[in-house]
């Protein structure tokens, strides 16, 4: 289960600096319908690089979730949450 | 076709703002003892029981979206930039992110609400919050660029 809160937080920084860097995956051209790594001559259209984004970051994320349950447990103790301190909390419920 | 597609698109999204909407308002503002009113009610259900339908509804409206957004990028989006409707055309992109942040959420979402889980609420309610706000944003700003030629804008 480790890997979940990996994935997570790995894919959304990954999503972010993919927006910010223009590191997508790859582009989709929905005028000729061609999928493209680099970008193509203003004749093919405009891109969509959101599902660039997104396979950044998925893929990111995963090798990133498999990377921490490889990982010994010990490593990750201070990441989880902690049930000792419930008493300091007292929303909770 | 599309039309089609944009209305299941709707549709899978009002079930999810049901969902999500009941179960944010549950653990965030849970109902105690006494006579029950129509928002009372509307509070009291096992939140818990919605987790995997919002997580299906959730996937099903990215899929369904994410087929109509070429057909948005050609149409709809340089309509709005011809018209300089710049606002509109951003409210949309700041949709597409947190459409595919919510998308990342998922797995600790369902973690979180997984019973052997049941003592980390206060993560539990942090994450529905933000899933539930991700999904009215998105559900209103379609629903506005949807419907913006109607309103004049």
């Known amino acids: ?93 | 076709m599309i039309t089609a597609l944009l209305m299941f698109h709707m549709l899978v999204t009002v079930a999810l703002i049901g969902a999500v909407t009941h179960q944010a308002l549950a653990v965030w503002w849970p109902v105690t003892a006494g006579p029950q009113s129509f928002f009372a009610s509307f509070r009291a259900v096992r939140a818990g029981a919605y987790t995997n339908a919002v997580i299906v509804l959730y996937i099903t409206a990215v899929i369904a979206g994410g087929i109509l957004y070429p057909d948005y990028r050609i149409d709809v989006r340089t309509f709005l930039e011809a018209m300089r409707l710049k606002a509109a055309n951003g409210i949309f992109e700041v949709k597409e992110h947190y459409a595919a942040l919510g998308l990342g959420l998922l797995p600790v979402y369902w973690l979180y609400w997984r019973k052997t889980l049941m003592d980390y609420a206060g993560a539990r309610r942090a994450i529905t919050l933000v899933l539930a706000f991700t999904v009215w944003w998105n559900f209103v700003v379609g629903h506005l660029l949807n419907n913006i030629r109607g309103f004049g804008l």
């Open chain 1, 1 to 93: 289960m480790r890997a979940l809160p990996i994935f997570t937080i790995v894919y959304a920084a990954l999503y972010a600096l993919s927006f910010a860097y223009d590191l997508q995956l790859f582009m989709y051209y929905p005028v000729t319908g061609e999928f493209a790594w680099h970008p193509l001559p203003e004749t093919s259209g405009p891109p969509i690089n959101w599902y660039g984004w997104m396979a950044t970051a998925g893929i990111g994320g995963l090798f990133a979730g498999t990377v921490g349950t490889l990982l010994p447990e010990r490593w990750g103790r201070g990441s989880r949450p902690c049930r000792g301190s419930r008493r300091s909390r007292p929303w909770r419920s």
